[in-house]
């Protein structure tokens, strides 16, 4: 309880103490970030280049993201990972903040994996129609080829699924382990 013999401006909050853990979730969740970010740089780059206009074919989803605008994509992405590490980092100094405005890092991670889902579906229907609409037959996957392709295929699944993926996770777990030390 304040002092009533002392003004209210003299009154000092107690300052949030912060915890390891929280930190290691939020420098790890910043680690993912730069991560993301660095495949957001590689994606402009890309579509500076025209390189990914071939994937365009696969549907209209495709065409509209890989075609049509991807330049204006590709901006939003980056200035969306920018943000995004940004405000982590800064989250790093005061957790609570990290706490209470957690839905645009939530978004983002959404965002983040949706594009994945949309780069693995592109990939999946170039080697649809490279392998002469064969790719989801069962002859075709009984072949001497088939293992190779079958773990090339999970490696780049898991190369662009799990950085999202992980980064939902540890969002999820940071906001719990800063929620749990500020009711404690």
């Excluded at 957790?95 to 839905?103: E, G, I, K, M």
């Excluded at 978004?107 to 989801?136: E, H």
């Excluded at 773990?151 to 906001?175: D, G, Q």
Aim: hydrophobic letters at 55%; one cysteine or more.
């Amino acid at each position: 309880m304040p002092s009533p013999f002392e003004p209210s401006a003299a009154i000092s909050h107690k300052p949030a103490t912060t915890s390891l853990a929280a930190s290691a979730l939020l420098l790890l969740l910043a680690a993912i970030t730069v991560y993301l970010l660095w495949g957001d740089v590689n994606y402009l780059l890309a579509t500076q280049k025209g390189t990914l206009t071939k994937a365009g074919s696969v549907s209209f989803l495709h065409h509209l993201y890989l075609s049509v605008i991807p330049f204006e994509i590709a901006c939003f992405r980056l200035a969306t990972s920018a943000l995004i590490l940004a405000f982590i980092i800064f989250s790093l100094r005061n957790h609570q903040v990290f706490s209470t405005h957690t839905l645009p890092v939530y978004l983002y991670g959404i965002a983040q994996l949706t594009f994945y889902i949309l780069a693995m579906t592109a990939i999946l229907g170039i080697l649809n129609q490279v392998s002469g609409n064969k790719l989801f037959d069962a002859i075709y996957w009984s072949g001497p080829t088939a293992t190779s392709l079958a773990k090339s295929i999970l490696v780049i699944l898991a190369m662009h699924l799990i950085p999202p993926a992980a980064f939902l996770i540890t969002c999820y777990a940071a906001r719990a382990r800063i929620i749990k030390q500020a009711k404690t």
